[in-house]
């Protein structure tokens, strides 16, 4: 059996007060990876079963279990849901995409991507999802148009040459893009009607 610890973090406005144990979560079988976005949780077993558990009610869903796919490309970087969908990345083998088959089954589909994936980042608003690539920069997919954008980033080209880690978006309106060794940018103003985005707003932290 697996046992996920759960913290909650006590805030007032912007200061952090204090971080407080909460009951562990109990899974049916050892957890190998754990991945948290919004109450979404969700975790994959030693044997390879992939869950998502709703942290509202601790209600658990099972998914599918993608040993082989493990086996076949490695090491999990992140698990995104895309509607009814779920992106599965790895650290140095691309994305494959989850989805329903209408029979109450997920078959599994590789995306046309040939790098390694640090993270990604759901970008609810607009409807796509924000790869962190091991040499591409950040690239968009588009699940209605089913295609991959890098041409918002044309004008990084001399700003980033490094791998993207991470990227994030705050309530701010502001988009975070981390990168290894290439130190942190930040877009102020970030459009969320739109992934253009104008170079005046870029800020680079070392």
């Not at 957890?31 to 390879?48: E, H, P, Q, T, W």
């Not at 599994?108 to 091991?134: H, K, P």
Request: glycine letters at 8%; a neutral charge.
């Amino acid at each position: 059996q697996g046992v996920v610890n759960r913290y909650q973090i006590i805030t007032d406005e912007n200061t952090i007060l204090k971080i407080e144990k909460l009951e562990p979560f109990q899974y049916p079988e050892r957890v190998s990876y754990a991945f948290s976005k919004n109450d979404m949780l969700c975790l994959v077993g030693i044997n390879g079963n992939l869950s998502v558990v709703n942290r509202k009610n601790g209600n658990i869903q099972f998914i599918r279990n993608i040993r082989q796919e493990m086996d076949k490309y490695g090491i999990i970087s992140d698990i995104v849901s895309d509607d009814t969908d779920y992106l599965i990345s790895f650290k140095t083998a691309g994305v494959i995409k989850l989805y329903p088959n209408g029979l109450g089954q997920y078959e599994v589909e590789r995306i046309n991507l040939d790098c390694g994936i640090f993270s990604m980042y759901r970008d609810e608003a607009q409807d796509i999802v924000w790869f962190a690539t091991d040499g591409q920069g950040a690239i968009i997919y588009s699940k209605d148009n089913y295609s991959l954008k890098t041409e918002t980033f044309t004008m990084l080209h001399d700003k980033i040459s490094k791998p993207v880690r991470a990227i994030f978006g705050d309530r701010e309106n502001s988009l975070w893009i981390g990168t290894k060794g290439d130190g942190i940018l930040k877009y102020n103003n970030y459009n969320k009607s739109t992934t253009n985005i104008n170079s005046a707003d870029l800020h680079t932290i070392k």
